[in-house]
Each structure stands twice: as structure tokens, then as C-alpha cells.
């Protein structure tokens, strides 16, 4: 992929992104568990149509304001699910229909997105993503969305957003809308509900021309033109000092909206490759980081608490920890900043950049722990594990349990 082609196609070039240039979640699973055939990010179908269901406004549950773009004008509503969903043998067990006694309203021209149950809706304004219930695994996780995982992340969003308005965050800081989250109760069989979020994909704040790009694709090959340059390379060929130019403009962001999430707002967001994105202005000079998937921050309710923040969730105890009392809480926040954002996203940067433009990776290294050192150096001893220590996934699958592996000596953190 040609960085110019953002130029002429900006939408057509992040959504060319999303789907070929990804190298996949260093665990290996991506590759291996993923949607079939046509609903596969990779597959060589440009799009599909996914139904737009009209469900009795009796048997459905909605948080937020769907927009309305997608409601229907009669006295159901709106609902989508992923193919594989209403297309499985066993959907009639599970909601005690068959999905030929569904109506279908009318369809939506989609594309899968690098999620692979999330979908990217063509002729959509704003333009808008829907995350869909997947029946089953993707990656190496489960990937169902009942209630508490459904409407965490727009229950989030309408949190944040009067901080955003307030201009309490950082500048650099940006976020895909959640706005809705639509449950569906069907009336009979053994499952409770199917949930679909409504995500708008315009970044909020929203600063007109500029381009997004994911940040795995930033150093991954692209699939159609394996000989490309990486995107990354590409944004920084013209730049008289690369390593600076790393730090500075794409390093340095990431931890000061990272600190500011976690230590200011008490949320342990999910930074990895994949929900992360980079906007650029049209002379792709990086200006925001936007975040992405709200339902996979954590809330820990001691730091909320401290703030003077919400603790009391219409999502419950979903993904929610308590350094007060939580042993494990210290091993999340290494989880989330050591291995996630460190390992996935810094370390992936810096080591492709120090092999091609030839500077020392350690130094890079050392730039970021004594930035993020600066900026949360009182919260270190509090919330990060004591000793010379950080903790990881292997490379298993984790869809019964999600054990922590210890390792020593974290990249990017100077141990207390």
C-alpha cells in the first residue's frame, strides 16, 4: 500500500487497511480463528449484504440513542446480527425461532473490518461501524455480546464524552463514538440475548481533513503487495531524525493519553495493535491517537472512587477491578501498559524503525520509560506490581482461562 493513495480514496484506503494490511495479533491466532469465506477481513469479496431485521420494540433492549440512519419508520426495530449467527444449525435453539419467521426489512452494504465481527457500513453518514454478537471464537477469545458487554462501552462513551467536551483530555486524544447498544431478547430457547453496538467511525473530536490510519497497519506487509514499504517507513522517510520523529510524534501521544486514562480517569483501556488508530492531517503529520472497542476498558473503582468519579455500573462488575481489594488489579495495569500497549504497539514501532533507519532501539526504550516515568512516577508503587516484574498471555488460547505468565525485566517501565 502506497501512503499517497490515502490522496485520492481516504475511506477506501483506511478500509483497504483494515482488511489486507494486518500481520494479525503476535499470539498467531488470528489467521486461525477468524469469520469464514466471505466475512473473513481477508477475503477477496469487497462486501456483503447483512439484513436489517425488524424485531418487536417488545423483545428488544436499547441503551443510548441508535442512530437514524438504521431505525425503522414502523412499530419494530432495528436489529443485526452476524451471518454466522442467524446462518448456524443451532439458531433455532437458541431463540426458539427460525430465522425465516424474521423480518427482513431491507440490507446493508458492509464490509468486514479487521475485528471480523465488526462491520463497516458502505453509504452510512456519518460513517458508522456495527459490532456485531459472534457466536463463537475470534482470535483466540470468545466473542458473544450479551447485555453487560454490550452496553459497557456506550455506557462508557457517554462518560467521556463531557470530559472530551470539557477539554479535560488530551489534545491528542480521540475516540469512535459508541452511541447505542441494542439488546435482543428472543422469546423462547436457552439463550438470554444477542447484542449489537452502534459505533460511529468519525473520531471524536472530530478535526475535518485528516486521514486514519490502524496502527497495525503502520508495520505490517501488505497481503496484495507484499513489496511495499511499510506505512510506518513511509511516514517517516522524509524526516531528517526518524528516531525523534518516532518518539515525539507517535510515542509520546500514546502515553500521555495513556496515563491520563488510566491514573486520571481510572480506565485500563485495550491498547493493543488493533485498537488503536493513528489520524494524520492530509500531509500525514500525525495530530491524534483514537481509541477504539470502549467495551474492552477496565474500570478500577479504587482510582474512580479517589477522583470522585462514577463506580456504579449499569454493566455491573464487568470488567471492573479494585486495587483496594483486588490482588490481581496490580497485574492488570501491567498487563494492559507492559504487555499490550508495550509489547503490541511500542515495541512493534520501534523495532521495525531502528532496523531500517539504524539507530539503537535501547534508546528509544529509555525515552519512553523515563516519559511514562515522569508523568505517573506517584502512582507506580500503588498500582504496578513491586519488584523487577511484568505479565503476560502465552501463546495459548483463553477461552475457559486467562492465566498470567510473570516475566522480568519490562521494556518500557523502570521497576520501583
Known amino acids: 500500500m502506497k501512503l499517497s493513495s490515502f490522496k485520492s480514496d481516504p475511506l477506501g484506503t483506511w478500509l483497504y487497511l483494515e482488511r489486507y494490511v494486518n500481520k494479525g495479533s503476535p499470539s498467531g491466532y488470528t489467521q486461525v480463528y477468524h469469520p469464514p469465506g466471505i466475512y473473513a477481513p481477508h477475503s477477496e469479496t469487497a462486501e456483503f449484504n447483512l439484513p436489517r431485521f425488524s424485531i418487536q420494540s417488545s423483545e428488544l433492549l436499547t441503551y443510548g440513542s441508535v442512530p437514524s440512519q438504521f431505525e425503522l419508520s414502523d412499530e419494530g426495530g432495528c436489529f443485526f446480527m452476524h451471518p454466522v449467527a442467524f446462518g448456524n444449525k443451532d439458531f433455532g435453539v437458541w431463540t426458539g425461532l ?13 464490509s468486514p473490518t479487521a475485528s471480523g465481527r465488526t462491520v463497516w457500513v458502505h453509504d452510512s453518514a456519518p460513517l458508522s461501524h456495527l459490532k456485531l454478537h459472534y457466536p463463537g471464537v475470534l482470535g483466540r477469545v470468545n466473542r458473544e455480546l450479551p447485555f453487560q458487554k454490550a452496553v459497557a462501552g456506550p455506557e462508557l462513551w457517554y462518560s467521556l464524552k463531557p470530559i ?13 463514538p459508541e452511541v447505542a447498544a441494542r439488546l435482543w431478547y428472543p422469546p423462547a430457547g436457552n439463550l438470554d440475548s444477542i447484542g449489537l453496538i452502534f459505533r460511529e467511525a468519525r473520531p471524536y ?19 496484495n503487495s507484499p513489496t511495499d514499504r511499510l506505512l510506518i517507513h513511509q511516514l517517516i522517510d522524509d524526516k531528517a531524525k526518524p528516531k525523534e520523529f518516532l518518539f515525539e510524534a507517535i ?5 500521555e493519553i495513556y496515563v491520563f486514562l488510566v491514573f486520571s480517569l481510572g480506565l485500563l483501556p485495550e491498547l493493543n495493535a488493533q485498537n488503536i488508530l ?32 462514577k463506580t456504579n455500573f449499569i454493566s455491573g462488575k464487568y470488567k471492573t477491578i479494585d486495587s483496594a481489594t483486588d490482588d490481581v488489579a496490580k ?15 511500542m515495541a512493534e514501532l520501534i523495532d521495525c524503525c531502528a532496523a531500517e533507519y539504524g539507530f539503537d532501539a ?9 516519559l511514562f516515568g515522569d508523568l505517573a512516577s506517584k502512582y507506580l508503587a500503588e498500582y504496578f506490581p513491586p519488584g523487577n516484574v511484568w505479565y503476560s498471555h502465552d501463546k495459548i488460547m483463553l477461552t475457559v482461562e486467562r492465566p498470567y505468565t510473570s516475566n522480568s525485566n519490562p521494556r518500557f517501565r523502570r521497576c520501583q
Open 164 to 176: 472530551l467536551d470539557a477539554g479535560k483530555a488530551p489534545s491528542s486524544l480521540a475516540f469512535f
Open 251 to 255: 510515542l509520546s501521544p500514546m502515553i
Open 331 to 345: 497485574i492488570r495495569h501491567s498487563f494492559s501498559y507492559d504487555f499490550k500497549l508495550g509489547q503490541y504497539v
Open 205 to 223: 473530536p472530530f478535526v475535518p481533513d485528516g486521514f486514519v490510519l490502524p496502527v497495525f497497519s503502520l508495520f505490517s506487509r501488505d497481503s
Open 362 to 370: 535501547h534508546e528509544v526504550d529509555d525515552n519512553v520509560s523515563d
Open 98 to 110: 427460525k430465522v425465516d419467521r424474521l423480518r427482513t426489512d431491507s440490507f446493508l452494504r458492509v
Open 278 to 309: 493513528l489520524e494524520t492531517s492530509t500531509d500525514f503529520i500525525p495530530r491524534k491517537i483514537i481509541v477504539r472497542d470502549l467495551s474492552r476498558f477496565e474500570k478500577n473503582l479504587d482510582i474512580r472512587k479517589k477522583r470522585g468519579l
